[in-house]
């Protein structure tokens, strides 16, 4: 458990009581995002599923939680000097906007083949935009020169506790929604990118109720840390391969999230393009929710059908496959196909 000393006696960088700090700092902050159910997909799922709805978060993604928590709690020489972040989109949506609330600079580091909606939702935030070649540059490089030449404070999009912690409420919040209910959840999934949610919101959910598995959902042709976990160190992912979930296509676990997850973890679950279009139609179908790929990874996964064993609620009753998932905020440009 993470709650625990790591093997080298250090004390651990991500607890509890970290998250719990990081929902009170945040909290004025934050939407308390709804837990829904459909009485026609679990009907579906033969199983009870739970969907915490991130995209209605700011900036429609879970990613608002942790920007958050670490800008709060930079020092004022820091934010006269601004931030610089690199991100898919949606943690740079999220750096921007809390930055435009406080009146810190901000410079985004994002890939040019991201969705147009995130890089103008970006720049309307008022951060500068510094667009990158997938397949010739590296997007941390070009954060750290942006760094060292301006001053600019580095806010890591996972590889910080901070981050983590602020992402971390997200499985509070679950767990407190569940046993508002009566319920305690059996497992407890996320899409993985580069590890930052699962690893916070795991470390909340596991703190709370040992007993509850934790699944990491990943897309095909992004499946490092499965590979990861398979091979017990951090693999990266090979060039050329494309998805419809641009949101998880970070090309390595954390250095401090993998550690985390793979003491987490259950088991990795990896989706194809065609899984997760099933689940786009189903969030609209049954919820009229229109999600962004990389949100409905976890359900496109179907842990349920990989594991059906029971579990209970606070009364007793049979409640198979308990689990959760995200949705974050839709591209138009994507949804197209989907005809």
Partial sequence: MPSKSTESGTPPILTLA????????????IVR??????PRLNERLQARLLLKLEALQHTGSFTFRGACNRIEQLPDAQRQRGVVAWSSGNHGQAVAANCARRGIPATIVMPHTAPRLKIDATRAQGAIVRLYDRAIENREEIGRQISERTG?????????PDIMAGQGTVGLEIMQQCAERGLRPDAVLAGVGGGG???????AVRALNAAT??????????DDTARSLALGERQSNTGGAESLCDALMDPTPGALTFPLNRALLTDVLVVSDSEVRTAMRACFEHLKIVTEPGGVAPPGGDPV????????DERGRDQRGECRCRALRPDPARLEKLS
């Fill in 152 to 160: 600019a404070t580095i806010i890591h999009p996972y590889d910080d």
């Fill in 197 to 203: 949610l699962i690893a916070g919101a795991g470390t």
């Fill in 33 to 38: 995002t709804p837990l829904l159910e459909n």
């Fill in 213 to 222: 598995r934790l699944y990491a959902v990943e897309p095909a042709g992004f």
């Fill in 305 to 312: 059908g990989q594991d059906r064993r029971a579990g209970h």
């Fill in 18 to 29: 970290r998250i719990r700090q990081a929902a009170e700092r945040i909290g004025p902050f």
